[in-house]
């Protein structure tokens, strides 16, 4: 077996195995990627305003978290197109 029929068959395992995943393609991924993304900042958020005070930013820190990424997460969820 040559080289070139390894990879050949290499690949088609590989084929077989990682396939990709139906949200992905059909673009309803970037929900969870938002839903993190607002996460991270609004975890950030709540630490940097516990660290220097702001009442402010620990309120605008847990609605980011709990309502706008949860919204998030619940649009990912939500009916198939």
Do not use: K, N
């Not at 050949?8 to 590989?14: N, P, T």
């Not at 084929?15 to 949200?23: H, K, L």
């Amino acid at each position: 077996m040559t080289t070139v029929d390894r990879l050949q068959l290499l690949r088609q395992d590989l084929a077989q195995v990682y396939r990709p995943q139906r949200e992905w393609i059909e673009g309803r991924g970037l929900w969870t990627v938002v839903s993190h993304f607002l996460c991270g900042i609004g975890a950030g958020a709540w630490l940097l305003s516990a660290l220097f005070e702001v009442p402010l930013g620990l309120w605008l820190g847990i609605v980011c978290v709990g309502v706008c990424s949860g919204l998030a997460h619940l649009a990912f969820l939500g009916p198939a197109r």
